[in-house]
């Protein structure tokens, strides 16, 4: 099994943007993803922190947490296993991710 991010660093600030619009991103990444600001910076050459990076970087609009908010709140049952059993935000990420921003 490969590893989804290597050789793509900015696609873990993709994946962890939606867990954060979600309300899924777990703290152990949040605190992270703040101490990594740095590194972030000087790596794709942009200022602010983790989040402005990525919407910056994607010409996000603004409300765009609110809108991959909608899109989880209203899509859950979609988003459900065959079973039943509730997405996962993870793969829900990873869909949403793949599906609107290839990569």
């Not at 099994?1 to 949040?30: C, H």
């Amino acid at each position: 099994m490969t590893d989804r991010y290597e050789g793509k660093p900015f696609l873990r600030l993709l994946d962890s943007y939606v867990l954060d619009a979600i309300g899924a991103l777990d703290q152990a990444n949040a605190d992270w993803l703040v101490a990594a600001e740095p590194h972030f910076r000087a790596t794709f050459g942009q200022q602010g922190s983790w989040r402005e990076i990525v919407e910056k970087r994607m010409n996000f609009p603004a409300g765009m947490p609110a809108a991959i908010r909608e899109v989880w709140d209203k899509g859950r049952s979609r988003f459900a296993d065959p079973d039943g059993t509730p997405p996962h935000p993870v793969n829900f990420a990873h869909m949403f991710v793949d599906r609107n921003f290839p990569h």
